[in-house]
């Protein structure tokens, strides 16, 4: 075999190689991918940097001063992200999570019906609207061990305004606490 066959090969092979990528690149540039769109409920992410919370916390305003001005439509907006796990009807059924209407000055852990986490039972005492707002700011934090696989609610006019929600959702509505 002599060297005009070996270059004929050869170059064959890179002709070939050549076609293939030029194919791809050419695909690429006619056929742009679709991204996917969003699915499901967006829901906050834990926050990183636990040393830029704390003046974030800080400089909150008291519950007492966020609930007098909180919007229980904007809270019921708010909500919907709840609705995934939770009912809010009266006699509503047990989702993944307990039914919350009426949970203000309800036992912590005693939804009839509801298979509690033993840290959420421990915890004892009723559900007050302090208890309440540090639960949605970060359950985990709150009830260390609970089941609950949520992140929290950062915004503490939103958690405000979750709350003017959830005195909606009672035959007895408790008044929020005075500024």
């Known amino acids: 075999m002599d060297s005009f066959e070996l270059n004929k ?3 064959a092979v890179l002709g070939a190689l050549l076609l293939a990528m030029g194919t791809g690149f050419l695909a690429e540039l006619i056929y ?3 991204p996917a769109g969003d699915r499901g409920y967006a829901l906050p ?4 940097n636990a040393g830029a919370a704390a003046p974030a ?3 909150e305003e008291p519950l007492p001063v966020r609930l007098a001005s909180a919007d229980a439509t904007k809270g019921q ?9 939770h009912s809010f009807e009266k006699g509503g059924p047990n989702k993944v999570g307990p039914d919350l209407y009426g949970i203000v000055e309800r036992p912590k852990g005693s939804h009839e019906g509801f298979n509690y986490s033993a840290a959420m039972k421990a915890k004892g005492g009723n559900w007050t609207y302090e208890d309440l707002d540090h639960f949605l700011h970060g359950p985990k934090q709150f009830v260390q061990g609970t089941i609950m696989a949520f992140a929290g609610v950062p915004s503490g006019a939103e958690r405000a305004d979750i709350l003017a929600y959830l005195k ?3 035959e007895k509505p408790v008044d ?3 500024p």
């Open 168 to 170: 909606t959702l009672s």
């Open 77 to 85: 907006a708010a909500a919907k992200k709840c609705m995934a796990c």
């Open 45 to 48: 992410a834990a926050e990183e």
């Open 9 to 11: 090969i050869a170059g």
């Open 57 to 59: 916390a800080a400089k």
């Open 32 to 34: 742009k991918p679709k």
């Open 176 to 178: 929020f606490p005075k």
